[in-house]
């Protein structure tokens, strides 16, 4: 009998080790072996789980990473097809964009070759293929130093940051973290838009974490912490003084966008600022809207 009770303790235990382990956010170890060690923002999306959710193709084509981009423009790739997972790297000076998917039909001018890998582009920037699945865009230099050290153990998401990455969720189709403070990190957002504004106005952030799931609307979370107390309260006052702004701007007859504003939640646990917003379907556009639109008309 006490064999039976330790076996069904054992099952219960394995079963819940699996359940953590499903619930963790997923990197492709192919990808997270090109990451480079002196990464301080990493961004991710799990193109295969979103791309049948409404909102895919409008936040995609509204919220464009630089790295992103250029590896469109090289390589002709239809991210809504052709690519499964996407991820995009910064050291605060210079970035790179990884991306897991169908390449083996992709044709590209300027061929090179460097220590055995087939490299297209030029001196500045360049699009890497590892295999038929896997490839890399930035510069040329960044692309040649990831090659360099590919097989070393340097490589692969520092610890902090991958100790952010794992406190976000596996059920965030889409994410990001960032350590070691948001000044002079080019995160790619539009400096007017109201994003932009609001990345300007929390530089006394430290690290953070920010999660989307798209399953039912927009499932909204960022785990902001502060250096200070103190930067802690002007971020979180930062915050809600910009949402407090564009509701008092929104006219009587919006009521949807009222009820947009109210869904965004603001809370300060002293160093840490946490931002979550629960939108209904039926306001997921205004809210991609809301926060990507130009903040002055």
Not at 105 to 111: F, N, R, S, T, Y
Not at 173 to 178: D, E, N
Request: hydrophobic share 40%.
């Amino acid at each position: 009998m006490r064999r039976r009770v330790a076996l069904l303790l054992l099952a219960v235990a394995l079963t819940g080790c699996r359940e953590q382990q499903r619930r963790s956010l997923f990197i492709d170890p192919m990808i997270e072996t090109l990451i480079p060690p002196d990464t301080i923002f990493v961004a991710g999306a799990n193109i295969e789980a979103i791309r049948s959710t409404p909102v895919f193709q409008k936040y995609l084509s509204q919220l464009r990473l630089p790295q992103m981009e250029d590896f469109i423009q090289k390589t002709g790739l239809d991210p809504r097809k052709d690519l499964s997972q996407i991820l995009s790297t910064s050291n605060g000076k210079t970035g790179v964009f990884m991306a897991r998917g169908k390449f083996g039909q992709v044709k590209l001018d300027g061929k090179f070759n460097y220590r055995g890998h087939d490299l297209f582009g030029d001196d500045r920037r360049a699009v890497m293929f590892i295999g038929s699945s896997t490839a890399a865009a930035g510069p040329t230099a960044e692309l040649k130093t990831m090659i360099d050290e590919r097989d070393q153990s340097t490589h692969g998401l520092p610890s902090g940051l991958r100790q952010l990455v794992q406190n976000i969720g596996g059920d965030r189709q889409i994410w990001a973290a960032f350590a070691g403070g948001l000044q002079g990190l080019n995160l790619g957002v539009p400096e007017d838009s109201n994003l932009g504004q609001m990345v300007h106005l929390i530089r006394g952030i430290e690290q953070g974490t920010m999660g989307i799931d798209l399953r039912n609307g927009v499932d909204f979370k960022a785990d902001l912490d502060c250096r200070t107390n103190n930067d802690a309260t002007h971020t979180h006052d930062a915050i809600r003084g910009l949402i407090g702004l564009g509701r008092l701007s929104t006219p009587d007859s919006r009521p949807d966008l009222l009820r947009l504003y109210d869904t965004i939640k603001v809370e300060q646990m002293q160093k840490r600022v946490e931002v979550t917003a629960q939108v209904a379907p039926d306001l997921e556009d205004q809210f991609l809207d809301l926060w990507l639109k130009q903040g002055r008309r």
